[in-house]
T-cell receptor, first 111, second 112 residues
């Protein structure tokens, strides 16, 4: 089994940088993913880390450290449209196909 | 355009009734999934299917049933055995073992 923990809410102003941490407990997994979900909408894929290190996609970056059982999503140059929930997720190696999600972090961007 | 279509978007049902939520994808993905989301909560896996005519229970399968007779279709039936079915239901597909999930727009079920 596995569990993923992330903060429930983060508030920041426009232009700021936000880091959303995700700690996990799992016996083995293929990689750590991040998804964004606006209120009432469907989750959309943001990034995927199969290996340790930093992956950068525009204003968003994601990091994974398997030795520390830890990852994070970094949102830079925050914009109002970044107000949403962000979920980390893992796909375990012993249960192919099961992508398990954390409870999500609500990011609130203020003017 | 390729994507995942869920229907209906909104559904009301009376207690004791079964209801089937449709999920169709034209992305040619092998794997399909059903998740349930309650207000302010994460996504919980109900059922998933890696290939046609095969599916596996997720973490909260009780009170739900699925079928996978065609690659592009993965309908979910919420049965009367599901004690608290009011929720937002999300269908997704992925191309492979590490592929990203593509989600439909969701079906919001309310039991009256």
């Amino acid at each position: 089994g596995q569990s993923l923990e992330q903060p429930s809410e983060v508030t920041a102003v426009e232009g700021a940088i936000v880091q959303i941490n995700c700690t996990y407990q799992t016996s083995g997994f293929y990689g750590l993913s991040w998804y964004q979900q606006h209120d009432g909408g469907a989750p959309t894929f943001l990034s995927y880390n199969a290996l340790d290190g930093l992956e950068e996609t525009g204003r968003f970056s994601s990091f994974l450290s398997r030795s520390d059982s830890y990852g994070y999503l970094l949102l830079q140059e925050l914009q109002m449209k970044d107000s949403a929930s962000y979920f980390c997720a893992v796909r375990e190696t012993d249960s192919w196909g099961k992508l398990q999600f954390g409870a999500g972090t609500q990011v609130v961007v203020t003017p | 355009d390729g994507g995942i279509t869920q229907s209906p978007k909104y559904l009301f049902r009376k207690e004791g009734q079964n209801v089937t939520l449709s999920c169709e994808q034209n992305l040619n993905h092998d794997a399909m999934y059903w998740y349930r989301q309650d207000p302010g909560q994460g996504l919980r896996l109900i059922y998933y299917s890696q290939i046609v005519n095969d599916f596996q229970k997720g973490d909260i399968a009780e009170g739900y049933s699925v079928s996978r007779e065609k690659k592009e279709s993965f309908p979910l039936t919420v049965t009367s055995a599901q004690k608290n079915p009011t929720a937002f239901y999300l269908c997704a597909s992925s191309p492979g073992i590490t592929g990203e999930l593509f989600f439909g727009e969701g079906s919001r079920l309310t039991v009256l």
